[in-house]
């Protein structure tokens, strides 16, 4: 059936349902899993003329975002290992979410997207918008959304 499952997270407690999900699913198909995170890009509007260094800002940025990142994807892949999952994990910086998931799941060749989502409905969703709409929207590989 599926042979190699990409699991998005973000460390959330639902993202955490989508992960349990996708790891049981692989668990119980036999497929690996890729465990992916992502982390935005700096979005500093003048940053260097409100708060002055703007460089210093960005560097503390990712660093920030790097180490939460690791944190995210080493309690995942303990999780997984738990399962008996074969995993590796994915940090995708500087990306939006739904391009990060979507590129790496062209990249490594899988065939399911596993994440979860809000479910937000009306203004609030065209407001927000929506990382899951996205990647449903644009990938040519099926996706298990989990709310």
Same mark, same amino acid.
């Given at each position: 059936?599926?042979?190699?499952?990409?699991?998005?997270?973000?460390?959330? %407690?639902?993202?955490?349902? +989508?992960? =349990?999900? /996708? &790891?049981?699913?692989?668990?119980?198909? /036999? @497929?690996? @899993?890729?465990?992916?995170?992502?982390? %935005?890009?700096?979005?500093?509007?003048? *940053? +260097?003329?409100?708060? /002055? +260094?703007?460089?210093?800002?960005?560097? =503390?940025?990712?660093?920030?975002?790097?180490?939460?990142?690791?944190?995210?994807? *080493?309690?995942?892949? !303990?999780? *997984?290992?738990? &399962? +008996?999952?074969? !995993?590796?994990?994915? $940090?995708?910086?500087?990306? $939006? *979410? @739904?391009? @990060?998931?979507?590129?790496?799941?062209?990249?490594? /060749?899988?065939?399911?997207?596993?994440m979860a989502t809000h479910g937000r409905r009306g203004l609030n969703?065209? &407001? &927000?918008?929506?990382?899951?709409?996205?990647?449903?929207? !644009?990938?040519?590989?099926?996706?298990?959304?989990?709310?």
């Amino acid at each position: 059936m599926y042979t190699q499952i990409l699991i998005a997270t973000d460390g959330s %407690e639902l993202a955490d349902k +989508g992960l =349990e999900q /996708g &790891l049981q699913l692989a668990r119980a198909t /036999g @497929a690996k @899993a890729t465990i992916v995170t992502a982390s %935005e890009p700096w979005q500093a509007v003048d *940053a +260097g003329q409100v708060w /002055g +260094g703007s460089a210093a800002l960005l560097e =503390e940025y990712r660093t920030h975002a790097r180490e939460t990142s690791e944190k995210i994807l *080493a309690a995942a892949a !303990h999780r *997984a290992t738990e &399962l +008996g999952v074969s !995993h590796q994990t994915r $940090y995708v910086k500087d990306s $939006y *979410a @739904a391009e @990060a998931i979507l590129e790496a799941a062209k990249s490594i /060749g899988a065939d399911l997207i596993v994440m979860a989502t809000h479910g937000r409905r009306g203004l609030n969703r065209l &407001l &927000l918008g929506s990382q899951a709409n996205a990647v449903i929207t !644009h990938s040519t590989i099926p996706v298990l959304v989990v709310r």
